[in-house]
Every structure is written in structure tokens, then in C-alpha cells.
């Protein structure tokens, strides 16, 4: 099992590059720090206040879609 998941993670990884940090514990896995050179992150865009490259009102369309499952199953839930 783990030599398929080190191919598996392998294969994901290959354009991938910078650094994470993790805590484990009891099983589960807590990042506490990651960084890379080629990190589409850029701190000066990452705000919820207005700027130009994006539009705070494309996110109502994403939220609508994204929720659509759940509307969907709450109203077969009703029916029965």
C-alpha cells in the first residue's frame, strides 16, 4: 500500500516544488507552514476590499453552484 501511494504522490508532485511543514498526531496530519518559489500567491491581491483583478461579485454565481447539491438533497429529503 504505501509503495503505491509514494508512485501515486510521485506522479502528482512532479511540477511541484517549496517546502511544508506538518504536525501529526494521533493519525491526522496539521500543516503549520509551506513556501515556494513558484507560488501563484501573491499577498498584495490576497484582500476582501475592492481591487482590479477580481471582482468580489463573481463569487455569488461560484457559492450558487457549489451549493446546488445541497439545495437538491434538502428538497428530496422534504418529499419523503
Known amino acids: 500500500m504505501k ?14 516544488e517549496g517546502t511544508v511543514k506538518i504536525k501529526s498526531y494521533e493519525g491526522s496530519c496539521i500543516i503549520i507552514g509551506k513556501e515556494s518559489d513558484k507560488s ?32 437538491v438533497e434538502g428538497l428530496k429529503l422534504r418529499k419523503l
Open 40 to 71: 501563484l500567491y501573491w499577498q498584495e491581491l490576497a484582500t476582501f476590499e475592492e481591487d482590479t483583478l477580481y471582482d468580489q461579485s463573481d463569487a455569488e454565481g461560484f457559492i450558487n453552484l457549489f451549493r446546488l447539491p445541497l439545495k
Open 3 to 16: 509503495k503505491g501511494l509514494d508512485n501515486f504522490f510521485k506522479a502528482i508532485q512532479e511540477k511541484v
